[in-house]
């Protein structure tokens, strides 16, 4: 049963990790603006 318990918190610290990964991505994705403040990506508008 110690085993299970072990691959149990494994697990949780796998899933915490990559949810913080995705938080990280994200946040920087929300930084960046989408781009928004780049004169470059609105090359096609007029």
């Known amino acids: 049963m110690a085993f299970f318990n ?25 930084m960046e603006g989408y781009g928004n403040d780049n004169p470059g990506a609105n090359a096609h508008v007029r």
């Open 6 to 30: 072990s691959a149990i918190d494994v697990l949780k610290t796998i899933v915490i990790l990559i949810g913080a990964g995705v938080g990280v991505m994200g946040l920087i994705h929300l």
